[in-house]
């Protein structure tokens, strides 16, 4: 079945340095989300793409969606402590309207 | 506005005994979803509901799982019996849906409910 390949599952970075996560879905996806979890909380929305290479910002994070709607990008600069927490896109697929959730890349700020 | 409320927070029980979970979506939102979170891992979503019309339970292990939105409104989870492999976190969410309405399909999600079977 369809599936969202997420990467990597775990990013250690200083504080400081950049961070990304890459999703990649074997068919065309209608669209894609992008959520943020905290350690101990729950999924917050952070953004949707819609069309075909797309590029949303938001401050320091900027998102993009691939040409062809199959992949998606999550690139966070010059992290901060605040932005710990894993990272999960959610793709739709245009057949049934499932979303289909990749597995979360953890960004872990060193010490 | 009140946000997605579910309830209990925590829940620590046997295997084998039953269980049920509650969630109450956002005011107006008619699209309500029941997800299983495992520790590490991604949502996994176990039914969708449109108002009280259940569109997408094929994730839903039938032979013991049962979810119900009577009124489109509230809704409840249950499991029974439980096993040892059901302990996970239990989100649901919310969000006011139309494929032509244009509308943003943000998922609002509750707090969760932590089980434990022991």
């Known amino acids: 079945g369809q599936q969202v390949m997420q990467i990597p599952q775990y990013q250690h970075v200083q504080e400081g340095e950049d961070f990304t996560t890459y999703c990649n879905s074997s068919?065309?996806?209608?669209?894609i989300q992008w959520y943020k979890q905290r350690p101990g909380g729950h999924p917050v929305f952070l953004i949707q793409?819609?069309?075909s290479g797309e590029v949303k910002k938001q401050k320091r994070l900027t998102f993009q969606f691939g040409e062809a709607k199959k992949n998606s990008s999550l690139h966070i600069t010059a992290t901060q402590t605040t932005d710990v927490g894993t990272y999960f896109c959610?793709?739709?697929?245009?057949?049934?309207?499932?979303?289909?959730w990749g597995a979360g890349t953890k960004l872990i700020i060193k010490p | 506005e009140a946000g997605v409320v579910q309830s209990p927070r925590y829940k620590i029980i046997e295997k084998k005994q039953p269980v049920a979970f509650w969630c109450n979506p956002i005011?107006?939102?008619?699209?309500l979803y029941w997800y299983r979170q495992n520790l590490g891992q991604g949502p996994e979503l176990l039914i969708r509901?449109?108002?009280?019309?259940?569109?997408?339970d094929s994730q839903l292990p039938k032979d013991r799982f049962s979810a119900e939105r009577l009124k489109g409104v509230d809704s409840t989870l249950k499991i029974q019996p439980a096993e040892l492999g059901d302990s996970a976190v239990y989100l649901c969410?919310?969000?006011?849906?139309?494929?032509?309405?244009?509308?943003?399909?943000?998922?609002?999600f509750g707090p969760g409910t932590r089980l434990l079977v022991l």
């Open positions: 959610a793709g739709r697929r245009d057949s049934n309207y499932q979303l289909i």
């Open positions: 969410a919310s969000s006011l849906e139309g494929r032509t309405s244009g509308v943003e399909e943000t998922q609002y």
């Open positions: 005011s107006g939102h008619n699209t």
């Open positions: 068919t065309t996806l209608s669209n």
């Open positions: 793409l819609v069309k």
């Open positions: 509901y449109e108002n009280e019309e259940a569109v997408d």
